[in-house]
């Protein structure tokens, strides 16, 4: 059984860092399929944040580039989320997911999601 486990949200005030992690369990071979960042707020839809290829070129959205950065640790299966200068509006349950096919910016590419993590940004 493949899971995705998230850790790392919180409460922090605008400028602060923080360090999502997400280890993947049950999947053979992490090294060789990508992973992705979602988050979602409250009324919304769930959108693309991050995303990291098998050979580590990655991808953000416009609002995450300059201060986001994904990266992974093959050796221990986890895929990490370096949030710097955060911001209100960064306010999400933030979710990964292994990334299956197509585009990395599309929710529908990937095909297993973990439960998410609270990040809350006070202004």
């Known amino acids: 059984q493949v899971q995705m486990e998230e850790s790392g949200g919180g409460l922090v005030q605008a400028g602060d860092s923080l360090r999502l992690s997400c280890v993947a369990s049950?999947?053979?071979?992490?090294?060789?399929?990508?992973m992705g960042w979602f988050r979602q707020a409250p009324g919304q839809e769930r959108e693309f944040v991050a995303g990291?290829?098998?050979?580590?070129?990655?991808y953000y959205t416009n609002s995450a580039k300059g201060r986001f950065t994904i990266s992974r640790d093959n050796d221990k299966d986890t895929v990490f989320l370096q949030m710097n200068d955060l911001r209100p509006q960064d306010t999400a349950v933030y979710f990964c997911?292994?990334?299956?096919?197509?585009?990395?910016?599309?929710?529908?590419?990937?095909?297993?999601w973990g439960q998410g993590t609270q990040v809350t940004v006070s202004s």
């Open positions: 049950g999947r053979r071979f992490f090294n060789s399929f990508g």
């Open positions: 997911a292994s990334h299956n096919r197509g585009s990395f910016y599309n929710h529908a590419s990937y095909n297993y």
């Open positions: 990291i290829s098998w050979d580590q070129t990655t």
